[in-house]
């Protein structure tokens, strides 16, 4: 188990039903001993005019899934995680329906957080692999 505590998904749904990633309709659906996994809808919110998946909204639930998993390791009391570098590479389009992204750790060093994020449309089908890299700061 890599987490500081034992977390739910309620604890996890609570934190992303706040700020973009709430306007975004961003939500966990499990986490286990190792890792994360969120859902977006592909929506008008999250398309670009193209009527695809917009690359930034693909970032968005990256970065937010890795970033949690990250603040769910350190101790809240006395550090905190945020992001130092994302990239994203665009494998294919999605129209409609979720996206899921499962977050697992490449590196977990004390100041930095290293993360693999994978987003797949409805079928399986892998259409965005990320890394989020975060800086463990203290408080």
Known sequence: MIWFQN?????????????MTG????KATAID???ITATMPVNDKTRQPFGILHGGASVVLAESIGSIASNLIINPD??????????ANHLRPVTTGLVTAVCTAVHIGKQTHIWDIRISD???KLNCISRLTVAIISK
Do not use: M, P, R
């Not at 306007?23 to 961003?26: A, K, V």
């Not at 006395?78 to 990239?87: D, F, P, S, W």
């Open 23 to 26: 306007f975004l309709e961003i």
């Open 7 to 19: 977390y739910n998904i309620d604890q996890v749904n609570g934190i992303l039903a706040q700020y």
């Open 78 to 87: 006395t550090q905190k995680g945020v992001g130092l570098e994302v990239n």
């Open 122 to 124: 409805e079928s399986g």
């Open 33 to 35: 001993s190792h890792s």
